[in-house]
C-alpha cells in the first residue's frame, strides 16, 4: 500500500493551470524527489498536499485513506504529515529550543517533550545553540532547525521543499546525509530539489514536472536518460 | 543572585522562567500595589486619587490591546467596543442599583417617558451579575466576531478595518434614543456604589485602589500567559501563521482565545472606568478613540506589556494636563508623538531607555 | 341706519345671492356688504372673506381692488369699524383714516380694530391670495398668490384659476396655474368637470396629485355616483402606480449618486492598498483638503475673475487633483516610505497625519461651514417622472465619477505608469527584479490615489456641508469598499461602491439609516466567509 497517493490533482489560479491532472504514488519507506524546471508546479503540489491550496480537481489520500483536500493545515498536520518550506520558516521570536517544542506538535504530552527535543537537537546538530534565538542563527543552522522542527513530531510523511537552495557544499553534503538518515522503513520523503547532485545523492524514485503534467517517473538514472528530460532542462 | 548564575538558570530552563524575570513588569505590579498601599494609608487631593484610578483602567485598556496586537499581531482599531460594553453594562447596574435603593428612576428613563426600566435590565442591581454579564457580553461579542474573521482567515489591515466599521456602527446603534441604554446623552447621575454614595471620598479611594489592584493583576497574569507555552504559540502565530498550522495548531482557536480574553480585559478597564468618571456615553464608541489605544500601546512600545502601561500613562496624563492648558495643541502633539514613534522609535519609549530584551528585537 | 350686526347678515344675504347668480349674470358686486361682513364677528368675517374667493371668479378688476385693500388694512389691523361703516387707516391706531366705500376722511378715534383669529386669517389670507393671484402686477406676485391659494385648494372655485391661467402671460407660470386649475376642478359642482378633471390630475402623477385623489374617497359622490367611483379608483390605480415606479426611479439614482461619491472616494484607496498594502486612513482628510482647494478657487475667482466665478467647480478640478496629490506625494516620502513592511504601523502613522490635517485647518480656516455659490449647472433639477426629480448637483457628482472612473483607467491601461502600477500590484519582487523603480512608482501611485480622493471632494462640495471634520463622515463606508471590491481591483471597487451605496440607500427608507449601516457591515462580514479575498482579487501563491 502507498503511504501518498496524488490521483489528478488539478489547481487553477485564475486562468493560469499550475497543475494539470498530475498523479503519482509514493511507497512507505521511500524517498521521492520531484524535479523540474521553475513553474513546473512543484511548490504547488506540495501547498496542496499540506493544505494550503485547495485543487479544482483530484484528491490526495494518505495510506489510512484519509482525503487531504478536505482537510485543514492543521487536521493534515495532525495526520503525520510534516513540511519544510523553501524560504526556511522558523519562528524568530522563539529560541531554537521553543521552536523545536513547538515543533514537537499538540499531541506529544509536555513530560515527553524535553527527551524528544534533546533527541532532535542531537540529530540536526544544534545542541550547542539550543538557547539562541532563531532569527540570529545562519541560514543553514534556519534549515537544520526547520528539518528538526518537522521532525520533532515524528512524521509519517516528509515534505521538503528544496532543503539545500542556498547552502554551501559542505552544508549540502552535512544536509543529504541527515536526509538519509531520516530514511525509515514506515516514513515516506518527498523532496523537491534543483541540485541534480543532490538528488541523486537521497532519491530512491525521480519524478519529473513540466509546466504541470507528469513528464517522466522513475529511476534517477533513467531520467537522465529520458530525451523530453533532457529537452526540458536542457533544450531551452 | 548573581548574574552568571542567574544567565545560567535561563539558559537552561528557558522561557518560564524568562516570563517572571521581566523587571519592567515585576516593577510595575510591584508599583501597583504600592501605589494602592499608599493610597489606603495616606489619600492625596480626591481629584488627583481619581485622575490616578482613571489612568489605571486606561492601562488595563492597554494591556487588553497589546496582548493581541504585539504578541499575536493582530491590530483592533475598534477595542472601544469591548471598553464600552463594560462600560455601559457598570453604568446599568449603578443606575439599577440606585432606582431600587432610592426608588427614584434614572433621567434617560424618566425622559423616554417610560414608567420603570426595560425588561431585559432585570437583575442588573445585583453587582456579581452586573460584572459577569459585562464580561459574557464582551466575550461574545468577540468570540461571535472573531470566529467570523479568523475562520474565513481575515487578517492583518483588512482586520483593523474591518474592526473599526464594527465600532462605528455600535457607535451609531448607541447614538439611538430608543435602546434603553441612554441614547446620545448616555447615562450619567448614579447615585450610590454598593450602596455608598457616589463621590464620596471613600468610594473614589476604595475604586482608585481596587482598578490599581485589577491593573496588577492583569500586568502578572497577562505575564504569565505570554511566558506559557501558549505565548510562545502566540508569537510563532504572530510572525508566521502559515508555518504554525503545518505544524498541527489550529491558529483559529488560539487567536480567538486570546482575542476572546483579550475583549474581556478591556471590558473589566470599562467597568472599572465608568464610575470614576461617572458618565458613559456613544462618544466612547468613536473609531478615534479606539486608535488611541493602539498610539498608547505604539507610544509605550509594541509587544512590551509594560510598554502598554507606560503608553497609557503617558499619553493620558499629558492629555489631562494639555487639554486643559492648551486645548488647541494637543492634537498637535499627540500626531507628532505617533510620527515620532512610528517613524523614529519603531518599539516605542522604551526603545530609548534600552529596556527592550534582545529576545523581543528580533521578532520585527 | 341699522346696528352694524343686522347690516352685515343682510350683506352677507346679498353677497350669498350674488355668489349663486354670478355664472349666470354678473350683478355688481356689494362693497358695503363686504365692509360689513369683515367688521362683523369671527364667523361674519370667514363668511365674507370666503364668499368673496367664491366670487372671485367673476369680478371686475376694481371691486378686486377694492377687496384688496379692505383685506390687507384687515389683516394689518389697519381696518377700523365704526357705527357708520368701515374706515381704512394709513397705520395701526391713527386717530382718522378714509371711508372703506366712499373714500371720505372720517374719524375712527373711538371704533373697534377687528383681530383675527386662526381661523379667519386663513380665510382672509386664501382671499388676498387669490387677488393677488389676479390682480397682481408682476409674475413674482401673482405666484405668491398663487401659493396661497395652492395650499386651501379645496376651497378655491375653479372658475378663479381659469380665469388666472386665461389672463396669464408667463408661460412657466401659466403652466402650474392650469395644473392647479384641474385639481381645482376636482371640487367642481359639475360632476362631468370633477370626472374629466380627475383624468387630468392623474394624468400628471405625483404624490400630491396621489393625495387630492385620494381625499375624493371621503366625497358625498364616491358612494353615490357610481361613475364618479370608478374615476377615482382607476385614477388613483395609475397615479399611484406612477409614483412607485418614480419613487423607485429617485432610489436609483440617490443610491448611484451616493455610490459615486462611495466610488471616487474609494478608488484611490483601493489604488493605494494594492499597491502597498497600506489604508490611508487620512484618505477622508484627502477628501476634505480637496473641498477647501475648491473653496480657495472659488474665492480667488470672486476676487480676480468675478465673471467666471460659476466656473469655479470645472477651474478647482485640476487645482484640487495637483494640490492634494502632492500633499499625498509629501506624506508619502516623508512618512510612508518607511513603513512599508509594517502596514498596521502605518495605519497609525496615517491616522496621525489625518489628525494633524483636520486640526490643521481647523486652526487656519475655521471649523463653521464653508458657504459656496450654487452656478445653475448644481442647482435646481428637472422633474422626469412623477415625482422623480433629476437634481443638477446629483448628477455633477455621478458624471464626475463616471469621467474619474474613465480617466483612472486611461491612466491604468494606457500610460506607462499605469504599467507600472499593475507591474508592482501584481508582483512587487519580480517587478523590482526587471528594473522597475518600484519606490517612485509607489509615490507617483500615491499620489493619484491621493488625487483622487481631492477629485472626490470638488464633486462634494455641491451636495455635503464642507467643514473641517466631513472626511470622517463617509469613510468607514468607503473603507468597508475596499474590504468588499478586493485587493488592488477598480472593477471590483466601482461594483462594490454600488453595491455598498445601493444597499444603504435601499434599506434606509426599510430599517432606518443606523439598521442599514448595520446590515451592510453584517453584510460584508458574511460575503468575507465566503470570499475572504474579496469580489475580484488575483489569487497569490505563498
Excluded at chain 3, 509594517?342 to 490635517?357: D, G, K, N
Aim: contains cysteine; glycine residues 12%; hydrophobic residues 55%.
Amino acid at each position: 500500500m502507498s503511504a501518498l497517493v496524488v490521483d489528478a490533482l488539478t489547481v487553477v489560479f485564475g486562468r493560469f493551470t499550475a497543475l494539470d491532472a498530475v498523479s503519482l504514488a509514493v511507497d512507505p519507506g521511500e524517498v521521492r524527489a520531484v524535479i523540474g524546471p521553475n513553474g513546473a508546479g512543484k511548490t504547488t503540489l506540495l501547498d496542496v498536499i499540506s493544505g494550503i491550496t485547495k485543487p479544482v480537481a483530484g484528491r490526495v489520500t494518505l495510506g489510512d485513506g484519509l482525503d487531504l483536500t478536505q482537510c485543514s493545515e492543521a487536521a493534515i498536520a495532525r495526520a503525520g504529515v510534516r513540511r519544510k518550506f523553501q524560504k526556511p520558516s522558523v519562528f524568530p521570536a522563539l529560541t531554537v529550543r521553543e521552536n523545536l517544542e513547538i515543533g514537537c506538535g499538540p499531541a506529544l504530552a509536555p513530560r515527553e517533550r524535553p527527551a524528544r527535543i534533546s533527541s532532535v537537537l542531537g540529530e540536526i546538530g544544534l545542541a550547542p545553540r539550543a538557547a539562541v534565538l532563531a532569527g540570529r542563527l545562519a541560514h543553514g543552522e534556519k534549515q537544520w532547525l526547520e528539518i528538526g522542527m518537522v521532525l520533532a513530531a515524528e512524521p509519517a510523511l516528509l515534505l521538503l521543499d528544496e532543503p539545500v537552495a542556498g547552502l554551501s557544499d559542505a552544508e549540502t553534503a552535512h544536509t543529504a546525509a541527515l536526509i538519509r538518515a531520516l530514511r525509515r522503513p514506515d516514513r515516506a520523503i518527498l523532496v523537491i530539489e534543483h541540485d541534480m547532485a543532490f538528488v541523486e545523492a537521497v532519491a530512491d524514485r525521480v519524478t519529473v514536472l513540466h509546466e504541470g503534467r507528469t513528464l517522466y517517473e522513475g529511476s534517477m538514472r533513467g531520467a537522465r536518460g529520458d530525451a523530453r528530460v533532457i529537452e526540458v532542462f536542457l533544450g531551452r | 543572585m548573581s548574574g552568571t548564575l542567574r544567565t545560567a538558570l535561563a539558559r537552561q530552563t528557558g522561557p518560564a522562567t524568562r516570563a517572571l524575570r521581566d523587571p519592567l513588569v515585576a516593577g510595575l505590579v510591584g508599583l501597583c500595589l504600592a501605589a494602592a498601599a499608599a493610597l489606603l494609608v495616606a489619600p492625596p487631593a480626591p481629584y488627583l486619587v481619581n485622575a490616578l484610578g482613571q489612568l489605571a483602567a486606561f492601562a488595563i485598556l492597554a494591556v487588553s490591546l497589546d496582548l493581541v496586537w504585539g504578541y499575536l499581531g493582530i491590530l483592533s482599531l475598534g477595542h472601544g467596543l469591548f471598553f464600552a460594553i463594560g462600560g455601559y453594562v457598570c453604568a446599568m447596574h449603578l443606575l439599577a442599583h440606585g432606582a431600587a435603593v432610592t426608588g427614584v428612576l434614572p433621567d434617560f428613563v424618566q425622559f423616554m417617558g417610560w414608567k420603570s426600566l426595560p425588561a431585559y435590565w432585570a437583575g442588573l442591581d445585583h453587582a456579581a451579575y452586573a460584572f459577569l454579564l459585562a464580561l459574557a457580553v464582551a466575550g461574545l461579542v468577540a468570540f461571535l466576531f472573531g470566529l467570523a474573521s479568523f475562520r474565513s482567515r481575515v487578517n492583518g489591515v483588512y482586520f483593523s478595518i474591518i474592526s473599526q466599521a464594527l465600532v462605528y456602527v455600535a457607535m451609531l446603534l448607541m447614538y439611538r434614543n430608543d435602546t434603553g441604554l441612554g441614547g446620545n446623552n448616555g447615562m450619567t447621575g448614579f447615585p450610590l456604589l454598593f450602596g455608598w454614595p457616589m463621590g464620596s471620598p471613600g468610594v473614589v479611594t476604595g475604586l482608585a485602589v481596587a482598578t490599581l489592584m485589577a491593573l496588577a493583576a492583569v500586568l502578572a497574569g497577562a505575564r504569565l500567559l505570554v511566558g506559557s507555552a501558549v505565548g510562545r504559540r502566540m508569537l510563532a502565530c504572530r510572525d508566521d501563521e502559515t508555518r504554525l498550522r503545518t505544524l498541527g495548531y489550529s491558529t483559529t482557536r488560539l487567536k480567538l482565545g486570546i482575542w476572546c480574553l483579550s475583549a474581556m480585559i478591556a471590558a473589566l478597564a470599562g467597568i472599572l472606568y465608568v464610575p470614576q468618571v461617572g458618565i458613559i456615553n456613544p462618544r466612547v464608541l468613536a473609531p478615534d478613540l479606539s486608535i488611541e489605544i493602539a498610539v498608547w500601546v505604539a507610544i509605550g512600545g509594541l509587544g512590551r506589556l509594560g510598554g502598554a502601561v507606560i503608553g497609557a500613562v503617558l499619553v493620558n496624563g499629558l492629555k489631562f494636563w494639555l487639554s486643559a492648558a492648551m486645548p488647541e495643541a494637543w492634537p498637535f502633539i499627540l500626531s507628532g508623538l505617533v510620527l515620532l514613534v512610528v517613524l523614529v522609535l519603531p518599539n516605542g519609549l522604551l526603545d530609548l531607555a534600552g529596556l527592550r530584551p534582545t529576545w523581543l528585537r528580533a521578532a520585527r | 341706519m341699522a346696528d352694524p350686526g343686522r347690516r352685515a347678515i343682510l350683506a352677507l344675504w346679498s353677497l350669498a345671492l350674488a355668489c349663486l347668480a354670478l355664472p349666470a349674470t354678473a350683478a355688481p358686486f356689494d362693497r358695503a356688504a363686504l365692509a360689513a361682513a369683515l367688521c362683523g364677528d369671527g364667523a361674519a368675517q370667514v363668511r365674507g372673506a370666503e364668499g368673496l374667493v367664491q366670487a372671485g371668479g367673476a369680478l371686475p378688476g376694481d371691486d378686486l381692488a377694492f377687496a384688496g385693500r379692505i383685506l390687507g388694512a384687515l389683516a394689518e389691523r389697519r381696518l377700523s369699524c365704526t357705527a357708520e361703516g368701515a374706515v381704512l387707516l394709513d397705520r395701526p391706531g391713527a386717530p382718522e383714516g378714509r371711508d372703506a366705500v366712499t373714500d371720505a376722511v372720517r374719524p375712527a378715534a373711538e371704533a373697534r380694530a377687528p383681530v383675527l383669529g386662526l381661523r379667519q386669517r386663513a380665510a382672509v389670507e386664501t382671499a388676498r391670495g387669490m387677488i393677488g393671484l389676479l390682480t397682481g402686477p408682476d409674475p413674482a406676485a401673482r405666484a405668491a398668490g398663487l401659493a396661497v391659494l395652492e395650499r386651501r385648494i379645496a376651497t378655491v372655485p375653479e372658475a378663479v384659476f381659469d380665469r388666472a391661467r386665461d389672463a396669464e402671460t408667463d408661460p412657466g407660470l401659466k403652466s402650474t396655474i392650469a395644473g392647479l386649475a384641474q385639481a381645482a376642478a376636482l371640487s367642481s359642482a359639475d360632476p362631468a368637470r370633477r370626472v374629466a378633471a380627475i383624468g387630468a390630475v392623474a394624468a400628471s402623477p405625483s404624490g400630491t396629485a396621489r393625495a387630492r385623489l385620494a381625499a375624493l374617497k371621503g366625497d358625498p359622490a364616491y358612494a353615490t355616483d357610481p361613475a364618479f367611483r370608478a374615476a377615482v379608483d382607476a385614477g388613483l390605480a395609475r397615479v399611484g402606480r406612477a409614483v412607485a415606479i418614480g419613487d423607485a426611479l429617485a432610489v436609483v439614482y440617490n443610491g448611484l449618486s451616493f455610490a459615486s461619491i462611495l466610488f471616487m472616494a474609494a478608488a484611490g484607496l483601493a489604488i493605494i492598498f494594492g499597491l502597498m498594502g497600506v489604508i490611508n486612513l487620512a484618505q477622508g482628510e484627502f477628501i476634505m483638503l480637496g473641498a477647501y482647494a475648491t473653496y480657495g478657487v472659488q474665492e480667488a475667482l470672486r476676487r480676480f475673475a468675478p465673471g467666471l466665478l460659476d466656473l469655479y467647480l470645472v477651474a478647482a478640478i485640476p487645482v484640487a487633483f495637483g494640490a492634494v496629490a502632492l500633499v499625498g506625494i509629501v506624506v508619502e516620502a516623508l512618512i510612508l516610505r518607511h513603513l512599508y513592511r509594517r502596514p498596521l504601523m502605518s495605519l497609525l502613522a496615517t491616522w496621525a497625519v489625518s489628525l494633524f490635517l483636520v486640526n490643521l485647518i481647523r486652526v487656519t480656516v475655521g471649523t463653521q461651514n464653508l458657504q459656496f455659490a450654487m452656478p445653475a449647472y448644481v442647482s435646481g433639477g428637472v422633474p422626469l417622472y412623477a415625482d422623480f426629480v433629476v437634481t443638477w448637483n446629483r448628477l455633477f457628482a455621478i458624471g464626475f465619477a463616471v469621467v474619474t472612473l474613465a480617466l483612472t483607467l486611461l491612466i491604468l491601461r494606457r500610460t506607462p505608469l499605469g504599467l507600472d502600477i499593475r507591474a508592482v500590484t501584481q508582483n512587487r519582487d519580480m517587478a523590482a527584479c526587471l528594473g522597475l523603480p518600484t519606490r517612485r512608482v509607489d509615490r507617483l501611485a500615491f499620489g493619484l490615489g491621493s488625487g483622487l480622493a481631492g477629485l472626490a471632494g470638488v464633486a462634494l462640495c455641491p451636495i455635503y456641508s464642507v467643514n473641517p471634520g466631513m472626511g470622517s463622515g463617509f469613510i468607514i463606508d468607503s473603507f468597508m469598499v475596499v474590504v468588499l471590491g478586493g485587493v488592488g481591483s477598480l472593477a471590483g471597487t466601482l461594483v462594490a461602491a454600488l453595491g455598498v451605496g445601493g444597499a444603504n440607500v435601499l434599506l434606509e427608507p426599510i430599517s432606518g439609516a443606523v439598521a442599514a449601516k448595520v446590515i451592510v457591515l453584517v453584510g460584508i462580514i458574511l460575503f468575507l466567509q465566503r470570499r475572504p479575498e474579496g469580489l475580484f482579487a488575483f489569487r497569490r501563491r505563498r
